[in-house]
């Protein structure tokens, strides 16, 4: 069941938070939206009779609780606080008191606790709840979604994050969302180079591509890129999974600050990032994540 006083304010409807918006009006929420590609919010309100907000401040007078769903942490700091922090045409400008924040964006663990130092100061509780498993995941509301925080709030948020994931994990304070989310993230990009690689060299040593994928898939080399990408994204030559290089490249480089601040081995974690800023140089930020197939073979020629 809805918290019927729960009014809920989204942030962001881009290709993940148009159909994780859409899960909750769906679910019988309240929501108002907002974007600044005002096509994005006017198509979700046509599907799915939510209120558009005619600005962040207006979003934050009427939300009791904000969802932000953007690019990364400095767009969300933006977006709650104002340029400069001045508080100034702002989500937070006109919000009342109390009013919870949900950071589902892919934000840097270190900067959501500074955010949630001056949140507190202000009166504004926040948590991070960030999300894995792409648009597929969001459409299907089957997310993965890893909070930090105060764990009554997420108790208290549990049925509403339900409505968008299938898995719902308490991963520790506040940051600890943002920073597992980096690090899982981590983990799958060091993966998806080696089975491009992999692909590769099999290939080249005279191996059929699909019977490759077909082999590890049931060995122990398989992991989420060989089942869910190499022929559907990149053997197919579609490579429109739906996540950018940016984005990877991003989250690799969180994973890496991460590491260093807690003076942990970066000896593959550096690397790696080192490898996917070079694909975000050379192919592009908006370029494809699963576009690793094709950089990795022309690296190689």
Known sequence: MTNPAE?????????????????????????????????????????????????LAALGAEANIIITMLPDGKAVRTALCGKGDNFKDCLLERAPK???IIDMSSSSPMGTRELGTLLEQRGYPLIDAPVSNGVKGAVAATLSIMVGGDKNIFERVKPMLEKMGSQI???????????????NNYVSAAGLIAACEAMHAGQAFGIDPNVIVDIINTSSGMN???????KQYMLSGAYNAGFSTGLMAKDVRTALEIAQAMNTSTTYAKPTADVWDAMEQKLGFTSDHTEMHKYTLKSTT
């Open 169 to 183: 994990y308490f991963a520790g304070p506040l940051g600890a969302g943002h920073a597992i989310k980096a690090l």
């Open 224 to 230: 989420n890129t060989t089942k869910n990408k190499c």
């Open 98 to 100: 109390n009013t919870l």
């Open 7 to 55: 009014f809920i304010g989204f942030v962001g409807i881009g290709a993940m938070g148009t159909p994780m918006a859409g899960n909750l009006a769906r679910a019988g929420y309240k929501l108002v939206a907002f974007d600044l590609d005002a096509k994005r919010t006017a198509a979700l309100a046509g599907e799915t009779g939510v209120t558009v907000a005619s600005s």
